[in-house]
C-alpha cells in the first residue's frame, strides 16, 4: 500500500527488479553413480524371513494371551472355592449347634413335647449308657 501513495506500482516493481543481484551460475557437479541395490532374490529372502519372523511372533503372542485368559480364570475360580469354603464351615458350625443333643431337649421342652423331668432322666441316661 505504501508503493501506490508513493507513486506506481509498476514503477516499484521494476526497481526492486533491476536491484536484485545477479545469481552466480553454480557448476554442474559430475553425475556420480548410483548406489547398487540389492538383488531381488536377495530381497525376497529378506522379506520372507521378515514375514516368518513376524508369524513366529504373532503366534508367541496369541499363545500369551491365551495363557493370560486361562490364568485369569484359574484366579478367579480359586477365589470362588476359598469363598465357598468359609461358607461350608460357617454352614457346618451351625448345623453343630443345632444337632447338639442339650438344645434339641431345650427346643423339646419349650414345645412342649416332653417333661422336664423326664427329658432330664433320659438324658442322664444316655449320658450313662454312652460312658459304659
Do not use: C
Amino acid at each position: 500500500m505504501t508503493a501506490y501513495m508513493h507513486g506506481s506500482l509498476a514503477l516499484d516493481d521494476r526497481q526492486s527488479k533491476a536491484a536484485a543481484p545477479a545469481r552466480k551460475q553454480q557448476a554442474v557437479a559430475a553425475a556420480t553413480p548410483r548406489a547398487k541395490t540389492v538383488p531381488g532374490s536377495e530381497k525376497a529372502l529378506w522379506i520372507g524371513l521378515a514375514f516368518f519372523l513376524f508369524s513366529v511372533l504373532g503366534i508367541y503372542q496369541y499363545f500369551e494371551s491365551v495363557k493370560y485368559e486361562i490364568n485369569a480364570n484359574v484366579v478367579k475360580a480359586e477365589a470362588e472355592i476359598r469363598a465357598l469354603e468359609a461358607k461350608n464351615a460357617m454352614l457346618k458350625n451351625e448345623i453343630a449347634t443345632l444337632g447338639s443333643p442339650e438344645r434339641l431337649i431345650e427346643k423339646g421342652i419349650q414345645l412342649g413335647l416332653v417333661e422336664q423331668g423326664a427329658a432330664a432322666a433320659s438324658y442322664a441316661g444316655a449320658a450313662v449308657a454312652s460312658a459304659e
